[in-house]
């Protein structure tokens, strides 16, 4: 199939944008139907949006705790409860890779 690239107008906007021939051939190598309805920018920003509603955006609280391993103090993205070690990044990476998975 041959694509050429198209003119369309953004429905949110109203400004012309180039649907370009690489984009048909991704959109139909997807199975996509429609072509996009609106310019990139307004794609972006709705994506942005649609990021923020969600909780995106939000920064992520983080709890100061000591490392069971080394010591040293750490932040982590949870609330410890105490039922299981919390270790600070390098002490976690070392558990990780000297992990057997026999």
């Not at 609106?38 to 955006?57: D, I």
């Amino acid at each position: 199939m041959v694509f050429s690239d198209k003119n369309l107008v953004c429905k949110d906007c109203g400004e012309e944008f180039v649907f370009t021939a690489g984009e048909q051939e991704f959109f139909f190598e997807k199975g996509f139907e429609n072509a996009p309805s609106r310019c990139p920018e307004c794609r972006k920003a709705r994506r942005q949006n649609n990021n923020f509603r969600a909780g995106g955006a939000r920064e992520r609280q983080m709890y100061e705790v000591v490392c069971d391993e080394c010591g040293a103090m750490t932040s982590v993205p949870f609330k410890p409860n105490g039922s299981r070690p919390v270790y600070c990044k390098d002490c976690y990476q070392s558990k990780r890779s000297n992990r057997s998975w026999a």
